[in-house]
């Protein structure tokens, strides 16, 4: 996973990511309730969209990524809730081992398709305990991995994209290189590896934007952050605006996602 994918990225990301809704919460909650027991890894975790919402279930969680931005962050949004039972590591998906302990629960938000997925499974799963479970949660209409943009549901979001791939071009970027879209479906490539088995739910749900925020959440993003933009933001802005404004002239626009939670039982 290149390291500068997100640069200068973290704190658009803690701030205007769209997150998980709680629906998928209180089911991993239900499903694999720890009573503040147990340990948790989350993989790749950003600035903490996964590991902050599940800390007070576990007794001891790992957010794990290899951008300091993001551990920063995350940290200042753990602060912000009184989380104090989260250890913020520096290291890159592919480097887990032993060293860590071992899980009752591994994590992985939209990060999946950056990481090199055959080893990170293969680590994870020597990690996670017996009867415990990797969780891979995807927002589908914010994952490449799913068509290599974005789901195009909402008229506003192909506007969006309209501009972006104006000012950087047909492509979708991926920091500094393009975006090339893996060929293996998420769910086959689980089923494939150690753990066997692979169980889906599907979590439907709207979130409402404005148009800071639409605007904001693009700077989170490997594909359209201000480093990539540089020079061009100030234009970009003001192209974006027009536009999504003739689109949506109130300036909220909603969104309809798609949350795919992957799970893998290591029987």
């Not at 989260?86 to 990060?111: P, R």
């Not at 709207?206 to 540089?230: C, F, Q, R």
Request: charged share 25%; glycine share 6%.
């Amino acid at each position: 996973m290149d390291t500068k994918l997100f640069k200068g990225t973290a704190e658009y990301y803690s701030k205007y990511r769209a997150g998980y809704p709680k629906e998928l919460f209180n089911y991993v909650i239900q499903r694999f309730c720890m009573n503040k027991n147990g340990r948790l890894l989350d993989i790749a975790c950003g600035t903490g969209q996964l590991a902050i919402p599940l800390s007070k279930n576990f007794k001891e969680v790992i957010g794990l990524d290899q951008e300091q931005e993001m551990l920063d962050e995350g940290k200042k949004e753990a602060k912000k809730s009184s989380i104090k039972n989260i250890d913020w590591i520096l290291n890159s998906a592919e480097n887990i081992s032993s060293e860590l302990g071992h899980f009752n629960l591994v994590t992985i938000g939209t990060a999946f398709h950056w990481v090199e997925r055959d080893i990170v499974l293969k680590k994870a799963y020597n990690l996670i305990n017996d009867n415990g479970a990797l969780l891979i949660v995807s927002n589908i209409s914010d994952n490449p991995g799913s068509n290599g943009w974005t789901r195009e549901d909402d008229v506003w979001k192909e506007v969006r994209k309209k501009i972006v791939q104006k000012y950087l071009g047909e492509h979708r970027r991926a920091g500094s290189s393009l975006y090339v879209p893996s060929n293996r479906n998420f769910k086959d490539l689980l089923s494939q590896s150690q753990f066997g088995n692979c169980e889906e739910q599907i979590f439907t749900w709207t979130k409402t934007w404005n148009l800071e925020e639409v605007i904001n959440h693009l700077y989170s993003t490997s594909y359209a952050s201000k480093t990539l933009l540089n020079d061009k933001v100030n234009d970009f802005e003001a192209d974006l605006k027009s536009e999504l404004l003739k689109c949506e002239p109130t300036g909220i626009f909603v969104e309809h996602v798609k949350t795919q939670l992957l799970i893998s039982i290591k029987k």
